[in-house]
């Protein structure tokens, strides 16, 4: 990011609510489950599979985290009943990972197991660095009671993850692999983007290696390359991998990848506490967080819309 593009993302928390509302309406499917019933069908109409997301991070109160989960089983009973080519992604902080390990395992138990009983599957999404460890551990409790139809995430920028796929291995875990998204400090992260790049490849070649499945969560075209010419040296098919992105980004990459025969499976978040998810989106993105400030720039200096066309 530029200091420029700094500045933009820093302001953006005075932009108004419907501004941010119709720049972000492409990243969250909307405020309620019906809303992410209807991206999903649409995405599954066009050859992508979904993964629905509730936004809810922030919550203090272990009622909280039990309505997330109940949020959750509403999402597979939907999925289900609507006949959906759709698993779910749960942030464990959502379901109160820093309020309770044991409330936190229980919540994400009984998820799996309703899973299991619906054919489906739980991602566990990886957060800031400070939960690695229970994240961790939460995956191998529940693979320890039994429980395969869950999977994890790995980060690339975190200098452990190498270490952290061979002690896995016993596992063979089914894996997301990503950049990674949070602020993490040099002493535990890469921080040049060609590190991260490198990252990721060397521990998806070796997630390749030992059989792991894949999400390879990425849109950047350098990582989608080296990652497609990967899954060809390890002579994986389309049953062993999937490339991941998120709702609104790449959708015409998206288009390509699965055309080519890749299966994609597309991250779907909904929810009420779609304003602070748009902000984070928007924040990383200096390209949105720009388009934003023009936005608003437009609005101020041509509320009528009579320069459009002219830019
Ligand atoms: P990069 O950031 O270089 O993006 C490549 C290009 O894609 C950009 O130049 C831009 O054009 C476009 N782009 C990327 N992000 C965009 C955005 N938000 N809006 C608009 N355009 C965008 N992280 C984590 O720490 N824990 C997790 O559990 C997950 N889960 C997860 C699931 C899925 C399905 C995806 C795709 C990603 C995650 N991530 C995540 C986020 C991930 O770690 C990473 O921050 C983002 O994917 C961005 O990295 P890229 O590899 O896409 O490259």
Known sequence: MTLFDRAIARTLPAVPRPIVR????????GPELADACRAVRQLNESGRRATVAVLGEEIETAGEAEEIARLYHDVLEAAEREELDANVSVKPSALGLL?????????????????AGRSSFVRIDMEDATTTDDTFRLYRELRDMGLDNVGLVLQAYLRRTLADVDA???LRPNVRLCKGIYVEPARIAFQEPDEVRSGFLDALDRLLALGSYVGIATHDERLIGESLRLLGKHGRGPDEYEFQMLLGV?????????????????????GRQWYEYSLRRLQENPAVAGH???????RVLDPFGLLRGRR
């Open 22 to 29: 119709r720049i972000s309406a492409r990243y969250i499917a």
């Open 99 to 115: 309020l309770d390990f044991g409330l936190c395992r229980a919540l994400l138990r009984e998820l799996v197991e309703d899973a």
């Open 168 to 170: 896995l291995a016993d």
């Open 250 to 270: 790449r959708p015409e990459r998206a288009g390509e990848l699965v055309a080519d025969g890749n299966p994609l499976r597309v991250y779907v978040p909904f």
């Open 292 to 298: 934003v400030a023009s936005d608003v720039a437009r």
